[in-house]
């Protein structure tokens, strides 16, 4: 019989599936633990069925617990980080409204472009990469903006910096504003209390301390914010992240039926609900302290290798990822490259404004320990001895 099929299989394809085994000691993904790598394998079932209902529903439970959060509104996104902040942009803001965005590193670019393409007046707040902001700065931008939402980075990965929040909340009260608080990188390794801080919106991601693969990340409005996205005059512009349909989709909106929507990540969702049953088995304020021990750790063996960490502050370094300032002479990226070639272990360089300030660290969550610590220690160790230095 003649064929109609004119392209041929590809010859990869006929060739086995090939996953190297590394050390994932960059700002993320993390290695993912055995238990939830097993959660994730275990058998699909209907995104619909009521089993997945309860699986969800476990979840969001979880995600209550990880933000400290009573927010009925709390699920957990199909996508990645940003989908999360695509999804809280694209429904408390309408087009046109005024947003205030602090960038201190690439996550506030980033959801400052989101905002812009949506049609949003952004206003940023802008400190160089391991800068943070004063809540007298904070206040002044928010009386002469008076924006509908304000954006701020918890754990900023880019620059190795957590952000105090005290305070802030308040602030966004008093000026009637909703506070978006990003905790992708601090979730778990780093304290923060969605209810107590006053936090409106916060979302994390899956693949950090949290330590599932990528793709899924949880997400949780309180009714200030609720109250906003629910009584808007345009249809957000995303279909796929409307909160209208995917508060339904997770049971959150009071109607007796869950519709068809989107087919959500069964095998994520598996995986992300043991993480946080990782998590709450440990414990949340055991969680941060053994992060911040194990960072303490890390940066120790760091100075006594001669190398100078970029955030000056021990109190504002965020401890689930460490940014080193790049050692005088070399090239990062070589170091980076030594690293991986010879001890299967990746660290990583700087993103967006960071870009050749500084070499990044990740320790998160299945990661934490000294023994990973002291991993990354020698590995940076034989990197600086190997490696030429170009300059002087
Ligand atoms: N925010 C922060 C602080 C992050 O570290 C990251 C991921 N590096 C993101 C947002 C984006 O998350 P994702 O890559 O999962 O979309």
């Known amino acids: 019989m003649v064929s109609s099929v004119t392209i041929p299989p590809p010859a990869c394809m006929l060739l086995p599936l090939e996953v190297p085994n590394r050390y994932l000691f960059g700002p993320g993904p993390s290695n993912v633990p055995p238990r939830v790598l097993a959660a994730g394998g275990r058998p699909i079932i209907g995104h619909l069925h009521h089993e997945m209902y309860e699986i969800m529903n476990d979840i969001k439970k979880g995600i209550q617990y990880a933000f400290q959060t009573n927010n009925h509104m709390t699920l957990a996104m199909s996508g990645s980080g940003h989908a999360a902040m695509e999804c809280a942009v694209f429904n408390v803001v ?9 960038v201190n590193g690439v996550w506030g670019e980033r959801v400052a472009e989101i905002a812009e393409r949506m049609g949003a007046k952004v206003h940023t707040l802008v400190k160089a990469p391991g800068g943070y902001f004063t809540n007298e700065e ?14 701020l980075t918890h754990g900023e990965s880019s620059a190795g910096l957590a952000h105090p929040i005290d305070g802030i909340g308040d602030l966004c009260r008093k000026y009637d504003c909703l506070l978006l608080v990003d905790s992708v990188a601090s979730l778990g390794a780093a304290p923060l209390l969605m209810d107590q801080q006053k936090i409106d919106i916060l979302y994390t991601g899956s693949q950090k301390a949290l330590n599932a693969p990528p793709g899924t990340a949880p997400i ?4 200030r914010a609720c109250h906003k996205m629910f009584n808007r005059k345009t249809k957000p512009v995303s279909y796929l992240f409307d909160m209208t349909h995917l508060s339904n989709y997770w049971g959150n909106d009071g109607k007796p039926a869950r519709d068809y929507h989107h087919t959500g990540p069964v095998s994520g969702f598996l995986a992300l609900r043991e993480s946080l049953a990782i998590l709450a088995e440990k414990g949340l304020e055991n969680s941060w302290r053994h992060h911040k021990e194990v960072a303490e750790y ?7 290798l001669g190398l100078k960490l970029f955030i000056k502050d021990k109190d504002l370094r965020l401890p689930s990822v460490t940014t080193i300032t790049i050692p005088d002479g070399y090239e990062w990226k070589e170091l980076l490259a030594y690293m991986i070639k010879h001890h299967q272990l990746e660290m990583t360089g700087g993103l967006g404004p960071s870009i050749g300030m500084v070499i990044r660290v990740g320790l998160m969550g299945y990661n934490c320990s000294t023994s990973n610590a002291d991993k990354a220690l ?10 030429p230095k170009r300059k002087a």
Request: aromatic share 10%.
């Open 94 to 102: 309408e087009p046109g409204e005024s947003v205030l965005v602090s």
């Open 138 to 151: 904070i206040e002044k931008a928010l009386a002469k903006h008076k924006p509908v939402l304000f954006f």
């Open 220 to 223: 949780s409005f309180n009714d």
């Open 298 to 304: 890390l940066w120790k063996g760091l100075e006594d």
């Open 378 to 387: 020698a590995a940076l160790s034989d990197a600086l001895k190997h490696c």
